[in-house]
């Protein structure tokens, strides 16, 4: 019976590979939107204004606090009745962009905040305004600490992107869901699956390795 | 835009809400407990350097931190049964959480072990201390309190984890809000109070596990 | 009582123990000195097998060190190592780290240890600081703990290991003035330093090396005054015009 749907999964296995394609696309798009828009966010929670902080604060704790695939259904079903309609691609993407960017968002505030205060006086007295201070002076010091743990987070974001199969986004999860009604190998369809994804995520792993040593250092 | 928020039916589905909570509460706690103890096994294996330890915990730790949890999920949920293993959703939901946070414990542990410094250990070889009184004596008294603030994170994020055991009907908090959504189609009564309490957790989690950092940073900055 | 036969050490292509034969008396005072890098750390650090050779042997009361039927325990129960950084374990109180090692590796009672503890802390005049943490301690002070906690295992050997570099000038006295005092009680002791005022108050060899090499050892007044290499006269007036 087993390699019968061995069989099968191997007649079907294009299916996984446009699976895997639409995962690659969303993590991806989200990828680079989390990137701009967190460090956008980043820089703005580390400024002096109460207000700027307050709400990209909340918005963050929102953000950390429920689990993305809460985070989806109100993408995905309250946006609508807000008036924000969206098919399912767009609303992954705008799901993954909201929660991704919150936590791009604190690695950079913290990767900035690990900058003594000497540097910014130090650039202020050189008469740098304080976008500059930040663009040339600060940024560029703190992406030490900021690119490990960003790496590391692109690989927690990119697993994220199976949660998107719940609104019917037909990516590589979404693939063994359907599959696995038709072949009743649950083993081996999500063992195939979890291979997939694995050649995605572990050399971003090695490479959040390799990076954390060597920043260290 | 929240004009027409209708707030007499989430009273009128507290109950079901607080029964989701509840068993929120129940499977994070229990995974939380068995994954300490698989996390707290997996790293000793690691750092055995007894290879038949070392390289399946190795071999655990990265294919579960490579993979989603909704995978593992999915891999138990649809695979156990084609063993001839039949048991509640909730178990093999918990077994899963367990597994997962379990691998990210052991390298929460790993990172904490490594972070005493190496004159601390080279101290307790000088004295004639063996592997277990340096251990037990000399690193993991020191390594425990850098592991703390890593472990209460792992907390927060393991209770926002049971929210995927909704996708296999465990009654839990975003399992109750589907409900509630799917018998009256209020999508945004359902969802918000769902987010609601799980903002109340992270709220009531997140100051402990910042606090535990700055007093360690406080610790150290001695 | 230590003895160097034909040891060499290499740091990946690094030679830093280049053929090292060397014997230490029983009672002797053996002060160290050399450029950094020349491999005088690790000389001692071999010793208590913290660092493994590649050839040769060291022969320690006659165990081989880095025999692997050594038993490992009973040797370092015979040798206190002081580190340059302290490494006092700061979870635990300036008593604690004293008793831990003669509790857990000599087994012997609390109460036995807690008083040897004592009594060794008397002896580096820091007896009030029993329960105090070594986060609470100046550097000097933190120092002679160590060397409490050394000396509490009853050593025959003392190594150091640039015992007073860490130190602020203030405080390098304190912790010379208590090594004066062991040396002249009779514990066999090896000083990496450069501490030449010590060397010459104590010492009953001093050793030079450069690039893991001896080159030369003999009395204090003889290798200050008379220095038989250009290297080491080279040293010498370095350091000394200090």
Redesign the interface.
């Known amino acids: 019976m087993m390699s019968f749907y061995f069989g099968r999964l191997v007649e079907i296995f294009p299916f996984f590979l446009t699976g895997l394609w639409m995962t690659v696309k969303i993590a991806f798009l989200s990828l680079i939107i989390c990137t701009i828009l967190g460090f956008i966010l980043g820089m703005m929670r580390a400024s002096h204004n109460i207000f700027l902080k307050r709400i990209i604060g909340f918005y963050v704790?929102?953000a950390?606090?429920?689990?993305?695939?809460?985070?989806i259904?109100?993408v995905f079903?309250?946006f609508p009745?807000?008036?924000l309609q969206l098919d399912a691609f767009p609303a992954a993407i705008v799901a993954m962009a909201i929660m991704g960017s919150a936590f791009v968002c604190e690695i950079v505030a913290s990767g900035i905040s690990s900058i003594s205060k000497g540097q910014w006086e130090a650039a202020a007295s050189s008469g740098l305004s304080k976008l500059q201070q930040l663009r040339l002076v600060i940024v560029p010091q703190s992406l030490k600490v900021i690119v490990p743990p960003l790496v590391g987070q692109y690989?927690l974001l990119i697993?994220?992107?199976?949660?998107v199969?719940?609104i019917g986004v037909t990516e590589l999860?979404r693939v063994?869901?359907v599959t696995?009604i038709r072949i009743?190998?649950?083993?081996m369809?999500?063992?195939l699956?979890?291979i997939l994804?694995?050649m995605i995520?572990?050399p971003l792993?090695l490479l959040s390795n390799y990076l954390e040593k060597k920043m260290t250092v | 835009?929240l004009a027409n928020f209708n707030f007499r039916i989430i009273f009128e589905y507290l109950p079901l809400f607080l029964t989701g909570l509840k068993y929120t509460f129940i499977i994070a706690i229990v995974s939380l407990a068995l994954a300490l103890i698989v996390g707290i096994i997996a790293c000793a294996c690691r750092i055995s350097g007894i290879k038949v330890l070392k390289y399946p915990a190795i071999a655990y730790i990265?294919?579960i931190?490579?993979?989603?949890?909704?995978?593992?999920i999915?891999?138990f949920?649809?695979?156990?049964?084609?063993?001839g293993i039949t048991v509640p959703e909730i178990q093999t939901g918990i077994f899963a959480l367990m597994l997962n946070s379990g691998a990210y414990i052991a390298e929460i542990i790993r990172a904490g072990i490594n972070s005493v410094d190496a004159g601390q250990i080279e101290a307790g070889h000088a004295s004639g201390l063996n592997y277990i009184q340096r251990m037990r004596f000399i690193i993991l008294p020191q390594a425990l309190g850098v592991t703390i603030p890593p472990l209460l994170g792992q907390a927060?994020v393991l209770v926002?984890?049971?929210?995927?055991l909704?996708?296999i009907s465990v009654m839990e908090l975003?399992r109750s809000?589907?409900t509630m959504?799917s018998e009256r189609f209020m999508?945004?009564e359902a969802?918000?109070t769902?987010?609601f309490f799980?903002?109340v957790?992270?709220?009531c989690l997140?100051p402990l596990a910042d606090w535990s950092q700055k007093k360690l940073i406080f610790r150290e900055a001695y | 009582m230590i003895e160097f036969k034909g040891v060499n050490k290499w740091f990946g292509k690094l030679h830093v123990l280049n053929d090292v034969n060397l014997m230490v008396q029983k009672g002797e005072v053996l002060v160290i000195c050399g450029p950094s890098g020349s491999g005088k750390s690790t000389l001692i650090r071999c010793v208590n097998r913290l660092e493994p050779i590649q050839k040769g042997e060291i022969i320690v009361n006659g165990m081989s060190v880095h025999k692997s039927s050594t038993n490992l325990t009973k040797l370092r129960e015979e040798i206190g190592f002081i580190f340059q950084q302290f490494h006092l374990y700061p979870h635990m109180t300036v008593l604690q780290n004293i008793m831990l090692a003669p509790v857990n590796v000599k087994k012997i009672t609390k109460a036995e240890a807690e008083k040897i503890a004592r009594e060794k802390l008397e002896r580096v005049g820091l007896a009030e600081k029993a329960d105090a943490h070594p986060i609470q301690l100046s550097g000097g002070q933190q120092q002679r703990v160590a060397i409490a906690r050394g000396l509490a295992m009853s050593p025959e050997i003392m190594l150091f290991d640039e015992p007073t570099s860490a130190l602020d000038p203030e405080m390098i006295g304190e912790v010379l003035d208590v090594m004066v005092d062991l040396a002249t009680e009779g514990i066999t002791m090896c000083v990496v330093t450069h501490e030449m005022g010590f060397a010459k108050k104590v010492a009953d060899r001093v050793l030079f090396m450069d690039e893991g090499k001896i080159i030369e050892i003999g009395k204090p007044a003889d290798f200050f005054d008379n220095p038989q290499t250009e290297r080491a006269a080279d040293f010498i007036s370095k350091i000394l015009t200090h």
């Open positions: 704790a929102f950390r606090g429920t689990p993305f695939v809460v985070q259904f109100i079903f309250i009745e807000w008036g690989v697993k994220d992107t199976s949660v199969s719940v999860t063994g869901w696995v009743p190998e649950g083993l369809v999500f063992a699956v979890g994804y694995f995520s572990y792993i | 835009m990265e294919i931190r490579s993979t989603p949890l909704l995978v593992q999915y891999f949920y649809f695979g156990l049964p084609t063993l927060i926002k984890d049971t929210a995927l909704s996708l975003t809000g589907q959504t999508p945004s969802f918000l769902v987010a799980y903002m957790i992270y709220f997140k």
